[in-house]
Each structure stands twice: as C-alpha cells, then as structure tokens.
C-alpha cells in the first residue's frame, strides 16, 4: 500500500510513519510531502492508494490540495483522510463529500488501523 | 470541572495516546532543566498557551517518535500544537474556528511576564510538564 503523508512538521510525519507500523498494517510504502503542492508533484509521479494529509500548511493547504486532487481525473478517486489539530464544522462541512475521514490529533494505533480497515474494505488494517 | 482540570485532563490524554505516558501522583525527583514552547490563536477569543517541559521528558518522547535527537524543539512544538488544539475544543464548540499559529520554542522564558487563565502540571516517571494558558486576552 502506497501511503502519502502531507505535512508541514517532519516530526509529525514520523509520527504518523510510526503509528501506520504499529497498527499492523503490513507492506507499506511511505512518501512524504511538507506542503500540499509537494503532495501534488508525488502524485503526478507516483502510484498513491491513500492520502494523509494535514490542513494548516504553508505555501498550499490542505484544503488547496484537496480541491486541486477532485479537480484532476487521473487520482480523483484516491482516498483522503485528513489529520489535523483542526475539529471546525466549517472545514468539516466544506471537505463533506470529498475526504474519506477525518483523524483529529492524537491519534491511536488502533483508530488508524480500524480506519484504514474502513477504507480499503478490511484488505489492510484491522476490523 | 474547572478550567485547570479540564487542561489536566486533556493534556494527559494526548500524552496518554500519542506517546503512551500515564501521569504519575507526584515527581519526588528534582527537577532538571526545562525547555519552553509557545504557540499563539485567534478566533472567537485570543490567546496563548505556554508548555514548560523538562528536557528529560522531551528526550524520551522524541526517542518514541524519531531517531533524531535533533527533532527534540520540534517534538515539543508538535505537542504544544496538539494540546492547544485539542483544549480549544475541549473549551468551545466545534462550531467555532480557531487559527493557530506556528508553535515557537522559547530561549528564556519569563513566565510572570504573562496573564494565565489556567495553569496545571503534570507529572510522569520521566519528567515533568508545566501548561499556562491565556483564553482571555
């Protein structure tokens, strides 16, 4: 499973890496993105099964991104799920429709493993 | 609950996931050096928050996350950016929008430089941590 992670902290991004490995998710590979138009440039040249992504990031957000990814018919259908420190309804509300899921910070082996399961229809992950 | 149980709690509780630490009663050890962070917001109401960590704590959880000793400001900075998030929805609703700022690590800090309306401490077999926080400015 093809995994890229957008965000702006690379501790952050450690840390998300460390807790996919611990939720028994097997056979992952990891490519990592600080911004959301870094993101982009990965998947114009990578095979990507799912994205991370964060909200609050400098030079293209997470929303940015997210909008530029629906708008491109190549990798429209990749499931988003989205990481932040952000809960606002107004975000929430605005990617309705466009995520797969929202995982507020912190997060647990166990949620990603269980959302993942979610996502990929128990192929990875945990049910 | 007041405000400062209501920072205890969620601030032990992303220590609690996000790194696996369970506060202990009371750190008998003597405490050693501190490393302090900040991070600023605006929104329905603006403010700050400061975490005052030691450096012993900061070390281990860094360890956790990275194999980089040099990510330690930014493991900390990380941190404080999660507890303030987390707070500030703990305090309002999701309804309300909240912009962070980037988290800065701070030199030397004069702690009563600043106004609080909240504080608590938090204790761990590893070190300690002090949480100050401002909702009112």
Do not use: Q
Request: glycine share 6%.
């Amino acid at each position: 499973m093809n995994i890229l992670i957008v965000d702006d902290s690379p501790v952050m991004r450690k840390m998300i890496k460390k807790t996919i490995e611990m939720s028994n998710i097997d056979n992952c590979v990891f490519f990592e993105a600080g911004n959301g138009k870094e993101g982009l440039d990965i998947l114009e040249k990578n095979w990507i099964d799912l994205i991370l992504a964060d909200i609050n990031m400098p030079i293209m957000n997470g929303i940015e991104m997210i909008d530029e990814i629906k708008k491109n018919t190549v990798y429209n259908d990749i499931p988003i799920l989205v990481i932040s420190t952000e809960k606002s309804y107004d975000t929430m509300e605005y990617l309705k429709g466009k995520i797969v899921g929202f995982i507020h910070k912190p997060f647990t082996p166990e949620f990603f493993s269980s959302k993942i399961s979610e996502i990929t229809g128990g192929i990875y992950g945990k049910r | 609950m007041g405000k400062d149980d209501k920072l205890y709690i969620t601030a032990a509780n992303v220590f609690a996931n996000l790194v696996f630490l369970t506060p202990i009663e009371n750190n008998l050890k003597n405490e050693n050096e501190f490393l302090n962070f900040k991070i600023d917001f605006t929104g329905e109401k603006n403010g700050y928050m400061i975490m005052k960590i030691e450096k012993n704590l900061l070390e281990y959880i860094n360890s956790i996350i990275s194999d980089d000793k040099n990510d330690i400001k930014e493991c900390g900075k990380e941190i404080l950016n999660i507890i303030c998030g987390n707070i500030l929805s703990e305090t309002f609703t999701d309804k309300k929008r909240f912009k962070l700022s980037p988290p800065i690590f701070v030199e030397k800090l004069d702690i009563d430089a600043y106004n609080f309306s909240c504080s608590t401490k938090i204790f761990f077999e590893e070190g300690s941590v002090y949480l100050y926080c401002n909702l009112n400015k």
